[in-house]
């Protein structure tokens, strides 16, 4: 774990900002998690590569909410077993409040993980979060190229260059993810 | 009597001490329409709706920051909606920000009116009449609605402004520490500011038609108006540029009459950046948009200006600073942007004109708008002689030299709103494809902050503008000039059908630029829309961004579309100020269609609206605090707003939970019944992360519980249409919306009927093709849905 600058640099929250980590912390600390939720963005579009380790995670057994216009990108690969098009401003409202009956109809989540998603949107709605869901606390990383202060555990920054070794931790970490 | 002065003062004779000041002379109304319950709201006069509205569309609060730092005791840390050491907690400091944020949009719109006003009953008295002509008999819904005024001339506007003055005062005392506590009623004084900057905007545009006879009701405007050019490529460099930038007109209006006097039209291009540039080609149309708000920056640095008139809003704070370093000197024309400059106001001209010319001075401000037109005139004429030969895009040589010394070090990216890959095009434009870089100038929002944290100090900004010259030479747009009020003669064509639902919605694009991916998507938005049939209703930036984009055969939107307020118009309502006129509309539907009465009635015409009037903003660039106050002020109204991404950084939203049957129970007023309805509006005020998703999300809140089956199936067609379209699926929740079989569209009735059975275990009788249960409600078609339970016609 270590400390990083927010990738959009200026965006310092307060006090609570959340730890830097190594896939495979991070693909522990989701395994743990009860009833997790894998949030999915746009930005997924841009690559297979990015969708195809999004469908790794479900297959693991965590539903999928695909928000921004990623639904697209499942459906063309025929992947829609577990994925839920919601938008996330919409998604985010319902995941504070305790009762919400989740997606599936069965209760609320435990803990969100972010990936996808363009980054002062997720930044927002990490925001959100991390002040108002707290009781019970739910718990939220993020695995994009991005270092999120408000998700509770983050990758660091990841410039466009460095493409490659980004993908090689995204599969490390499906991999340490225990389904 | 011995005389009497100015004012109303007068003094007595043999009583020289004495004097006698009366106030304002009012004359008696004319009798035009009973007052309503509620003239002049003060703060908590609606609150009782405000509620309605906020127990339904709860507030969502997304903190940017997750301290205070207002006050002494502070900093306070407020995450996870810790109280700070004045006890506010964290939700409730939220919505202090954001009526902090409505309170400096909505003054920016007050003082820019009363401003105006000033101006203008200086120039030509307070008694310019309101008459906007045959077409237009409601000429101030707003001011109608809100103070129970029916305006007469301008100097009416001053019992407007006072009223909005003194609520403003009274509501940025509400921030004060040790004042409200609650966030609920900080976000219903935040509806009030709303509804108060609606009614600015309408003051200083009506002020604005009146005065410069900007086009109304009158033949010849309207659908009618001509078209401008628009975009950086149609400046003719060839002859001295005046660029103005702001959103306050008079001294744009004021270069506009000294060049047709003095026969310098053809020789001078009066071009302009934000609002300023619509209003300007309201009054002057050999006028010229160069570009939105987004782009002054890259306009400011390709120096194509030989003086550069700024007036008031969304100017940058380093305009001078751009204008020095391109030689073009500057003119400050208002009291609240003045840069540091020395006022110059009734200097004699030839002095002004010569200071700035020779370099003595950057700038000048002058505060009398009709002193402005001749000193900015004659500068330009002289500097475009002694600026012709300075060039400011880049040589070929200097722009390989920049991009080849990127190192790759990411600063740019992490500096920039959209974490732009700046440095990858760098390198890519370095071995030779320019295209990458030439792509981000539209996408770039144009902040510069990129440049300020360069380790190589590489001039972004300016190589990006290089690599896209060659298009920005040929952008070249063509837009229907502002066209200010909607014609009562349109309303009453297209009430029936909108509040029907057979003219699926009126489509609000409106303010800024901070989009997340360009201008394209302004132009998508419209066209999306417009061919749909929807009214498409323009303002500001939104308004001048969809016009740089053409089709197959070279057309713009603006040409390939009516400019009617009816399906599948396309209409450039004028300026940030002129999109009160949108509300106006949606007002005058209930007023003119359904008959409600207008005066000092918000309440029950809001209900309408909210529960009839299938409208739906999408401020899909917004940034700005006034942009936060006008979406309050849709809201308040019943018209909900989209925004982009970026908007999620205003920190709050108004969504529902259509899954919380209690929120959606409605009153039928004709028997008083309880009515649980389908989510139509399912939100107030929300973002969306692409364009794509925003699509769909517009054609979803223009449900409204009073759609007919052949409205309700028209636009459940579109819903369905463009989630399909852009989202490769069905919307989860378009059953939500079927009340009967004939709300489903004809063509697909049978598949949707079918996956209803099977998807949501609805009984449906095939031999009938009719549903037998499954949705919320039933169609009645005598509904008459209202939330205000004093609008009871009749007992159950």
Redesign the interface.
């Known amino acids: 774990m270590g400390i990083e600058?927010p990738?959009?640099?200026a965006n310092i929250?307060?006090?609570?900002a959340g730890d830097v980590a190594p896939p495979e912390v991070i693909g522990s600390y989701i395994s743990s998690a009860s009833r997790p939720l894998l949030v999915v963005?746009?930005e997924l579009l841009r690559d297979g590569f990015f969708l195809d380790i999004a469908i790794g995670i479900g297959k693991k057994g965590i539903p999928l909410a695909a928000?921004?216009?990623s639904?697209?990108g499942f459906?063309?690969k025929g992947y829609t077993e577990n994925v839920?098009?919601?938008?996330?401003?919409?998604l985010?409202?319902?995941l504070?409040?305790p009762n919400?009956?989740g997606l599936d109809g069965t209760g609320n989540y435990d803990f969100v993980i972010f990936y996808g998603?363009?980054?002062?949107?997720a930044s927002?709605?990490l925001?959100?979060l991390?002040?108002?869901a707290?009781d019970p606390l739910m718990r939220t990383v993020s695995i994009d190229r991005?270092y999120h202060p408000n998700a509770r555990m983050s990758f660091t920054?990841i410039?466009?260059?460095m493409e490659d070794e980004y993908k090689e931790m995204l599969n490390k970490l499906v991999e340490s993810i225990k389904g | 009597m011995e005389e009497l002065k100015k004012g109303g003062i007068f003094t007595i004779s043999d009583m020289s001490n004495v004097r006698i000041n009366i106030g304002e002379v009012v004359e008696e109304e004319e009798e035009w329409e009973p007052m309503g319950p509620h003239p002049m709201p003060r703060i908590a006069t609606l609150r009782d709706w405000d509620f309605k509205i906020l127990n339904r569309y709860?507030p969502?609060?997304?903190?940017?920051?997750?301290?205070c730092c207002l006050c002494t005791y502070g900093k306070c840390?407020?995450?996870?909606?810790k109280k700070g050491a004045c006890g506010i907690r964290?939700?409730a400091q939220q919505a202090r920000i954001v009526l902090l944020a409505c309170l400096v949009g909505c003054s920016a719109h007050c003082g820019h009116g009363r401003h105006l006003l000033h101006d203008m009953i200086n120039k030509f008295g307070r008694d310019v009449p309101i008459d906007f002509g045959p077409e237009v008999d409601i000429e101030a819904p707003l001011t109608r609605l809100v103070c129970g005024i029916k305006p007469k001339t301008i100097g009416d506007y001053d019992r407007v402004f006072s009223y909005i003055e003194e609520q403003i005062v009274q509501l940025a005392d509400a921030l004060h520490t040790g004042q409200e506590g609650s966030y609920m009623d900080f976000e219903s004084k935040a509806l009030h500011m709303g509804m108060l900057d609606s009614l600015n905007k309408e003051a200083a545009d009506v002020i604005q038609i009146a005065c410069y006879k900007l086009p109304s009701g009158f033949p010849g405007d309207g659908p009618d108006v001509p078209l401008v050019d628009v975009g950086i490529g149609t400046i003719n460099t060839n002859n001295a540029v005046i660029i103005v930038i702001g959103h306050n007109v008079p001294p744009a209006a004021d270069i506009g009459v000294y060049l047709t006097e003095n026969g310098l039209d053809d020789k001078v291009e009066l071009g302009g950046i934000c609002c300023t540039s619509i209003d300007t080609t309201r009054v002057y149309h050999k006028a010229k948009i160069v570009s939105a708000l987004g782009r002054q920056l890259r306009v400011l640095r390709a120096g194509i200006a030989d003086v550069v008139v700024t007036d008031e809003q969304c100017i940058r704070a380093d305009v001078l600073e751009l204008c020095q370093r391109v030689h073009s000197p500057m003119i400050a024309t208002n009291d609240k942007a003045m840069h540091g400059l020395v006022d110059r106001t009734d200097d004699d001209p030839d002095k002004i004109v010569d200071d700035l010319v020779s370099g003595r001075v950057p700038g000048v401000i002058i505060l009398e708008p009709d002193q402005v037109g001749e000193v900015a005139v004659r500068t330009a004429l002289e500097m475009d002689k002694k600026r012709r030969s300075l060039k400011f895009i880049l040589s070929d040589d200097e722009f390989n030299y920049y991009v080849n010394d990127c190192i790759?070090c990411?600063g740019c990216?992490?500096?920039c709103?959209n974490?732009l890959?700046i440095?990858?095009a760098n390198k890519s434009a370095a071995a030779g494809n320019i295209k990458p870089l030439a792509d981000l100038f539209d996408i770039c929002v144009g902040c510069g902050r990129c440049e300020q944290?360069c380790k190589k100090h590489i001039p972004i900004v300016d190589v990006m503008t290089k690599a896209a010259y060659p298009q920005l030479k040929e952008e070249k747009g063509r837009m229907r000039i502002g066209r200010g009020p909607i014609w009562d003669s349109e309303i009453r064509k297209v009430g029936a059908p909108l509040v029907l639902g057979t003219i699926p919605g009126i489509i609000a694009p409106i303010g800024c630029g901070n989009y997340?991916n360009g201008t394209e998507d302004a132009w998508l938005i419209v066209k999306e829309f417009a061919e749909r049939n929807y009214i498409v209703t323009l303002t500001g930036c939104m308004a001048i961004d969809c016009a740089l984009w053409k089709d197959k055969d070279g057309k713009t939107i603006y040409e390939t579309h009516h400019g009617g307020f009816g399906g599948g118009g396309v209409l450039n309502i004028g300026s940030c100020v002129s999109n009160a006129h949108i509300h106006d509309a949606a007002i005058k539907v209930a007023s003119i269609f359904a008959g409600r009465p207008l005066r000092g009635n918000y309440e029950e015409i809001a209900d309408y609206i909210l529960s009839r009037v299938g409208a739906c903003g999408v401020a899909w660039g917004a940034m700005s605090q006034k942009a936060a106050s006008i979406a309050t002020g849709f809201n308040r109204l019943g018209v909900p707003a989209v925004v982009g991404?970026?908007g999620?950084?205003y920190?709050r939203?108004f969504?529902s939970?259509p899954?919380i049957k209690e929120d959606w129970k409605l009153i039928d007023a004709s028997d008083g019944s309880d009515v649980y309805v389908e989510p139509g509006p399912?939100?107030l005020l929300?973002?969306?992360?692409?364009v794509?998703?925003a699509l769909p999300?517009m054609a979803k809140l223009c449900f409204r519980p009073s759609d007919t089956d052949r409205g309700r199936s028209i636009k459940l067609t579109h819903y369905i249409d463009l989630s399909q379209k852009?989202?490769?699926?069905y919307?989860?929740d378009w059953h939500l919306f079927v009340r009967v079989a004939s709300d489903l569209p004809l063509a697909t009735r049978d598949v949707l009927l079918k996956k209803l059975e099977d998807e949501q275990d609805w009984k449906i009788d095939w031999k009938k093709k009719k549903i037998e249960a499954g949705p919320i409600r039933g169609y009645n078609p005598s509904f008459n849905p209202t939330n205000l339970e004093r609008l009871i016609r009749g007992k159950k």
């Open positions: 600058i990738f959009d640099v929250g307060g006090p609570e963005g746009s928000t921004g216009h639904i697209k459906v063309e839920y098009y919601y938008n996330l401003h919409e985010t409202n319902c504070r409040d919400w009956n998603i363009i980054y002062y949107y927002q709605m925001s959100c991390k002040n108002f707290t991005y920054n410039m466009p260059r | 709860k969502f609060y997304a903190p940017v920051c997750d301290m840390d407020l995450t996870g909606n964290m939700d790759l990411g990216t992490l500096a709103p974490g890959p440095g990858e944290v997340p991404p970026h999620v950084k920190r939203a969504m939970r899954d399912q939100d929300v973002a969306c992360e692409t794509e998703e999300m852009y989202l490769s699926t919307p989860p």
